[in-house]
T-cell receptor, first 110, second 112 residues
């Protein structure tokens, strides 16, 4: 069935460094790829998304890239800050259905 | 405006009991999803409503799980004969015609 693989499962970076999280999806018909940030005990919050007709999207310190041929998409966070520490989930969507990755726990060390 | 709300925020029950979890979506949102999130995992799709009908319930793990949305707004997830393995956070999300879905805060279900 459809699945989304996400790596790494944990990531520690020094404050100010960049962080990259990668996802691979299996269904080539997927056409929408959101990223969510989830702080402990809180709801997932959408931070950025990309559609299949776009290769890259940027919003301040956050960017997402999509390689449809390889079925890869990645989240890039630059100039990381302690408040970026959270669990990040990627997802792929086909029609109405979302498949989530297993999450990356990001720790930004001050 | 108000976001997605879920009640209760926490539910502790005993094995074998029946529970109902409620979701109030964003007003006017026709799409509603239920997910289950176990510790250290991503949300797992359970069921999708478009309006009042369950368009896809393929994620419900077995026939002990059922969900309704009788008037196309509030939804209730019902779990019969709860088992310890049902313990998880149950998330609801709604969407208003675009791809974006908005999550509620979740209900943490603990089955003793």
């Amino acid at each position: 069935g459809e699945n989304v693989e996400q790596h790494p499962s944990t990531l520690s970076v020094q404050e100010g460094d960049s962080a990259v999280i990668k996802c691979t999806y299996s269904d080539s018909a997927s056409n929408y790829f959101p990223w969510y940030k989830q702080e402990l005990g809180k709801r997932p919050q959408l931070i950025i998304d990309i559609r299949s007709n776009v290769g890259e999207k940027k919003d301040q310190r956050i960017a997402v890239t999509l390689n449809k041929t390889a079925k890869h998409f990645s989240l890039h966070i630059t100039e990381t800050q302690p408040e970026d520490s959270a669990v990040y989930f990627c997802a792929s969507q086909k029609a109405y259905k979302y498949i989530f990755g297993t999450g990356t726990r990001l720790k930004v060390l001050a | 405006g108000a976001g997605v709300s879920q009640t209760p925020s926490n539910k502790v029950t005993e094995k074998g009991k029946y529970v109902e979890l409620r979701c109030d979506p964003i007003s006017g949102h026709t799409a509603l999803y239920w997910y289950r999130q176990s510790l250290g995992q991503g949300p797992e799709f359970l069921i999708y409503f478009q309006g009042t009908g369950a368009a896809d319930d393929s994620g419900l793990p077995n026939d002990r799980f059922f969900a309704v949305r009788p008037e196309g707004s509030v939804s209730t997830l019902k779990i019969q004969r709860t088992e310890r393995g049902d313990s998880a956070v149950y998330l609801c999300a709604s969407g208003g015609g675009t791809d974006t879905q908005y999550f509620g805060p979740g209900t943490r279900l603990t089955v003793l």
